[in-house]
């Protein structure tokens, strides 16, 4: 049985809307003091990774055009690739987490 990350991040949303209706047996999600739930951070991340890669497309399409720089190239596809190293950890760590949930036995 194979878990995608869509299916994982629909069930968390799911979850989230359970607990928000407040009879359906799940709390609702912790929150910090100082900010949002998990989902925001997830959504503030994948906004990041995303911002980065237009960046790098810009300098990349800059330098093309005869306009930019080398090391601005460089530099912002690096901050993309790593953006999206960690969106992609935390997607697969999130899938891990879900099948080991979906494996508990009740």
Do not use: C, H
Request: no cysteine; charged share 20%; hydrophobic share 45%.
């Amino acid at each position: 049985m194979s878990i995608g990350a869509l299916d994982a991040a629909s069930a968390y949303g799911r979850a989230l809307n359970v607990g928000k209706a407040g009879g359906g047996g799940l709390a609702r999600p912790v929150s910090s003091p100082g900010g949002g739930g998990f989902g925001e951070m997830i959504e503030q991340m994948v906004g990041n990774a995303a911002t980065s890669m237009r960046a790098a497309e810009g300098a990349s399409a800059k330098q093309v055009a005869g306009r930019g720089d080398l090391i601005d190239v460089v530099t912002a596809m690096g901050a993309a690739e790593t953006a999206l190293d960690t969106v992609v950890a935390v997607r697969d760590r999130m899938v891990s987490a879900y099948q080991d949930i979906m494996r508990l036995q009740i």
